[in-house]
C-alpha cells in the first residue's frame, strides 16, 4: 500500500470515528478515562502518554519504514481517533455496547488491524 492510500484509510476511520463521537448524546455514551475497561482510570495521563507514544511509534513505522499494510492503516486510525480524545478530553467517548462492554469505531479498527496483522505473519512464517 502506497502511503497516501494508508493515510487517507487510517485518517478516515480517525474523522469518522471522530464525527460520530460528536453526534452521540450523553444516555449513550461512556467515558474510559483509562485502557480497556477502564484500568488504569485513575491515571489518565500516564495512559494518555502511553497512547501518544505508542501511536508515534505506529505512525514513525508506516510512513518512515516498511509497514503500510491495511492492517496497520486500521491500527493507526483507531489509535489516532482515541489517542486525540486522551489528551484533548481526558477520556475516549465508547458508544456500541455489546454485552457489558461499550465500544467505539476506533475500537473496532484496532481489533481488525491487530488480527489482519496476526494472520498476515503467521501466514509469511508458514511460507518460510
Known amino acids: 500500500m502506497r502511503t497516501v492510500e494508508f493515510l487517507a484509510l487510517s485518517s478516515s476511520i480517525a474523522v469518522a470515528d471522530c464525527i460520530i463521537k460528536s453526534k452521540i448524546k450523553e444516555p449513550l455514551i461512556t467515558k474510559n478515562r483509562g485502557f480497556a475497561h477502564n484500568r488504569l482510570d485513575s491515571h489518565q495521563y500516564i495512559v494518555a502518554m502511553i497512547s501518544a507514544l505508542m501511536t508515534a511509534f505506529i505512525a514513525k513505522n508506516a510512513v518512515f519504514g516498511n509497514d503500510r499494510s491495511v492492517g496497520s492503516a486500521l491500527i493507526l486510525g483507531g489509535a489516532l481517533s ?29 481489533f481488525a488491524g491487530a488480527l489482519m496483522t496476526a494472520l498476515k505473519g503467521i501466514r509469511e512464517e508458514k511460507e518460510v
Not at 489517542?83 to 479498527?109: C, H, M, P, Q, W
Open 82 to 110: 482515541n489517542t486525540y480524545e486522551r489528551l484533548f478530553k481526558g477520556y475516549v467517548t465508547d458508544y456500541i455496547k455489546i454485552g457489558s462492554t461499550v465500544y467505539n469505531l476506533s475500537d473496532f479498527a484496532i
